[in-house]
């Protein structure tokens, strides 16, 4: 297991410097210029503008920005914000708590609803439950996110009005203060991943029902739950997992829609401003926490195989 451990966290290290790559390059591809975004609609002339320029090293090569600028994001320096005026990683860290925390509850009602959905739903084929999370999971993969917020806002917040339409409370307000401003954006978020989630652990809870060993444990006389969460669960989890590490990555995404339409002052939210602005240190380091949370997550689900499957560590 050790063996298996370091060569995924070797493997984690060449993904890391990709992604750096691929930040840095595509962010100096989105149109327009920080300088203009910075000067806005003041009358500065050309002397001014090549100052600035020079300033921020905008004026050298790419190639020589970005030799410049790789040894100093690997150490987790993204340089100072253009317009929050405080170091990327201080605004960074202010606004991660947000968007983790709505995509970790995104995650938790996935999971809490998907999995079981799914393996009932294999369990009972054809019947009207399997026809409920047919039904559910095709229309919450059909639905967009933001739509479905919107939806929820106006059913929720704007007629019943049990809950905020929008905004953020940090926690110091009160726990429900904290946690009602989170549960549209949660719902409209897991929605879809529910859907993805019920599909894969229904197509391979069949699979794996049918499978000899799951025949000879029924033979053998065990009971059905065991059978079910002990045998057929177990190794179908393999599968189930790798859309659960997708899952999350998705909604590290989808955060970025979700926060702009509830107002949530998140990552996602940080990220569009940015673009917006052309603040590219902000903008690349937003964009980097949320790949390496990703990629993090990804290592975790490749490690949690050998846990719920020994034999392909060996492989």
Do not use: C
Request: net charge positive; glycine share 8%.
């Amino acid at each position: 297991m050790l063996l298996y451990t370091l060569r995924r966290i070797l493997e984690f290290v060449p993904t890391i410097f990709i992604a750096l790559t691929l930040i840095f390059v595509i962010t100096r591809l989105v149109p327009g210029s920080p300088i203009t975004a910075l000067i806005g609609n003041q009358s500065v002339d050309a002397a001014q503008i090549d100052a600035i320029t020079k300033q921020l090293g905008l004026d050298r090569p790419i190639l020589e920005q970005y030799l410049e600028w790789l040894p100093r994001v690997v150490t987790g320096d993204f340089g100072q914000s253009l317009f929050f005026s405080a170091p990327v990683a201080e605004v960074i860290l202010d606004r991660f708590p947000i968007t983790f925390a709505l995509t970790f509850m995104a995650l938790l009602v996935t999971v809490a609803v998907g999995i079981p959905l799914g393996i009932l739903s294999a369990m009972r084929r054809g019947g009207i439950l399997d026809y409920f999370g047919n039904v559910l999971s095709s229309l919450g993969m059909a639905l967009p996110p933001f739509w479905l917020g919107f939806m929820l806002m106006l059913v929720f917040a704007v007629s019943l009005q049990w809950v905020p339409a929008s905004g953020y409370r940090p926690m110091e307000f009160g726990f429900w203060s904290w946690l009602s401003r989170l549960v549209l954006p949660v719902l409209a978020l897991s929605v879809s991943q529910i859907g993805l989630v019920v599909r894969m652990t229904r197509s391979t809870m069949i699979e794996v029902l049918g499978m000899e060993y799951v025949a000879m444990a029924r033979t053998k006389g065990l009971r059905e739950r065991t059978v079910i969460l002990r045998h057929a669960l177990r190794n179908a989890m393999v599968q189930i997992v790798t859309v659960i590490g997708l899952v999350f990555a998705l909604g590290l995404g989808g955060s970025v829609i979700i926060e702009n339409v509830f107002a949530l002052p998140g990552l996602g939210e940080l990220i569009t401003t940015a673009a917006v602005r052309r603040d590219y240190p902000t903008l690349e380091g937003g964009i980097f926490y949320l790949t390496l949370v990703a990629l993090v997550i990804n290592l975790m689900v490749d490690l949690a195989y050998a846990w719920f499957n020994p034999r392909i560590r060996y492989a």
